[in-house]
């Protein structure tokens, strides 16, 4: 079992940053993929980002460039370093961990067995 826990959402105006937080408890062995996933009103969840148990990165292309995620597997805590934030990034923000995964040829939600309460990211123009 695998508890995590989303921190670092908030309010921003177009153009700013945020970093988020994701604190992964539990079996280590079930969080070494992990990612992050959004979901605006009324519209389906989507994927951010992801980091796979090799280490490798993957981002959705609305996000490339602008975000990046990493992780300090000492604390077992997953970031997301958002720059030049958009309002069309606003959305509650969702952590996700799996044992295993790999990002060769993309990755879904379909991938992720655990999942945070999430953070909200709003961004006003």
């Known amino acids: 079992q695998v508890q995590l826990v989303e921190s670092g959402g908030g309010s921003v105006q177009a153009g700013g940053s945020l970093r988020l937080s994701c604190a992964a408890s539990g079996d280590t062995y079930s969080s070494s993929c992990m990612g992050w996933f959004r979901q605006a009103p009324g519209k389906e969840r989507e994927r951010v980002a992801a980091r796979d148990s090799s280490g490798r990165t993957s981002y959705a292309d609305s996000v490339k460039g602008r975000f990046t995620i990493s992780k300090d597997n000492a604390k077992n805590i997953l970031y997301l370093q958002m720059n030049s934030l958009k309002p069309e990034d606003t959305a509650m923000y969702y952590c996700?961990?799996?044992?295993?995964?790999?990002?060769?040829?993309?990755?879904?939600?379909?991938?992720?067995?655990?999942w945070g309460q999430g953070t909200q990211v709003t961004v006003s123009s």
């Open positions: 996700a961990a799996a044992g295993w995964c790999t990002v060769v040829g993309g990755f879904s939600s379909a991938d992720f067995g655990y």
